[in-house]
């Protein structure tokens, strides 16, 4: 089985600020990685698939890039509508998500 | 609009047994993978179940496989997930989710779940 790694656990940042979110595969998961974000009481949202297509309505302040193990999600200029929890997802082999990010507001 | 809406989370006993149901919409029901995806409380997401377009092929993950069974109903355009033995740990919210299409595809759209709770 895969297992992803996601770092750090929680995070805190001012408004404006960039952001970035790692995770890391147990193996090669050939950019087969989304990314998910998650609001209290909400659905996860889809953000981003293969590594770096963003879904349609996602802003481009969000990026994402990554091959091979090693992955990253990126926001730039935090704005308050994006405070929530981000996940990591492979779905290279079955699906396995990372633990999650709490971005937080400094 | 794509919907989804589960339905049947509530109050069981360790051991008992629990069948989730998830009624679609707004979009062609027979022609995506669906899935079961949970979350304990204040903690992560767990991928818990993945049906292909027929029914004929299922995954699970080693924590659930050989206790829950997914299953659908392509002309009723339901999405199922019977649970049996089941044990405090399973104790989430349970989501059901579309595939943005068949195997090695993600997560597209997601219900508001429905909140299993195990305990005596």
């Known amino acids: 089985d895969i297992q992803m790694t996601q770092s750090p656990p929680s995070l805190s940042a001012s408004l404006g600020d960039k952001v970035t979110i790692t995770c890391q595969a147990s193996q090669n998961i050939n950019k087969y990685i989304a990314w998910y974000q998650q609001k209290p009481g909400k659905a996860p949202r889809l953000l981003i698939r293969y590594t770096s297509t963003l879904e349609s309505g996602t802003p481009s302040r969000f990026s994402g890039s990554g091959s091979g193990r090693d992955y990253s999600f990126s926001i730039s200029n935090v704005e308050s509508e994006d405070i929530a929890s981000y996940y990591c997802?492979?779905?290279?082999?079955?699906?396995?998500f990372g633990g999650g990010t709490k971005l937080e507001l400094k | 609009e794509v919907q989804l809406v589960e339905s049947g989370g509530g109050l069981v006993q360790p051991g008992r047994s629990l069948k989730l149901s998830c009624a679609a919409s707004g979009f062609t029901f027979s022609n995506y993978y669906m899935a079961w995806v949970r979350q304990a409380p204040k903690k992560g997401l767990e991928w818990v179940a993945t049906?292909?377009?027929?029914?004929?092929?299922?995954y699970y993950p080693d924590s659930v496989k050989g206790r829950f069974t997914i299953s659908r109903d392509n002309a009723k355009s339901s999405l199922y997930l019977q649970m049996n033995s089941l044990k405090s740990e399973d104790t989430a919210t349970y989501y059901c989710a579309r595939h943005s299409g068949y195997y090695g595809s993600p997560f597209a759209y997601w219900g508001q779940g429905t909140l299993v709770t195990v305990s005596s």
């Open positions: 049906i292909s377009t027929s029914g004929s092929r299922t």
């Open positions: 997802l492979q779905y290279d082999n079955l699906w396995t």
